[in-house]
């Protein structure tokens, strides 16, 4: 049990199990395409925000087990938040009917900033391999690191496109919160001992 739990083909049958029961519901009519959209956008976001997540908690918490089994799964949540945004794009695209519509929305803010998170979150999704790793040596911590602006834009999405706040706060706050935690942490640490230079 515990190597099936360990193998990461289980790990992606997880992460896929809501995209498959959307997508199904959408083939069988059960969903309508526009209410394929949040869900698929929400899940994005969630998993964006746990890979966000678990880093920065392991520098608050130290070297859990169970941090330490997600942190060797962090790329697969970050592909799969991409995969969740694409899916959410191509929803979004079914429902407007006409590259012409799409086109029609691209600046009102609650829209391109959804397309803008879309585009950093591209080249993390690519380089997410070991063989990306080895080419960009130091560069690929500096791709990786546009799953910063793409947060804060997919939070600016979320905002705007729904009337209320209250679900992306909710969402957000616990990362916003860790990351205050760390730098505290550090801050302190940093200080010098009050015994320090007797």
Do not use: C
Request: glycine share 8%; proline share 5%.
């Amino acid at each position: 049990m515990r190597t099936i739990i360990n193998s990461v083909m289980f790990f992606w049958l997880v992460l896929a199990v809501p995209g498959i029961a959307i997508l199904y519901g959408w083939l069988t009519g059960g969903i309508e395409t526009m209410d394929t959209i949040h869900p698929t956008g929400e899940t994005s976001a969630r998993l964006m925000i746990v890979a966000m997540l678990i880093g920065p908690l392991a520098g608050v918490l130290g070297p859990k087990r169970w941090l330490l089994w997600l942190l060797a799964r962090r790329r697969a949540l970050g592909v799969g938040a991409f995969a969740y945004a694409m899916a959410h794009l191509i929803f979004y695209a079914i429902d407007m009917g006409s590259l012409e519509a799409i086109l029609g929305e691209l600046p009102i803010a609650s829209i391109w900033t959804g397309w803008l998170a879309l585009a950093l979150m591209l080249p993390m999704a690519l380089t997410s391999n070991q063989t990306a790793m080895k080419a960009l040596r130091a560069g690929w911590k500096r791709v990786q690191q546009l799953a910063y602006p793409a947060a804060v834009l997919t939070l600016l999405h979320w905002l705007w496109i729904h009337d209320g706040a209250t679900a992306a706060y909710v969402h957000f706050a616990p990362l916003v919160l860790v990351w205050l935690l760390l730098a505290l942490r550090k801050l302190t640490k940093s200080q010098p001992s009050p015994q320090a230079g007797v």
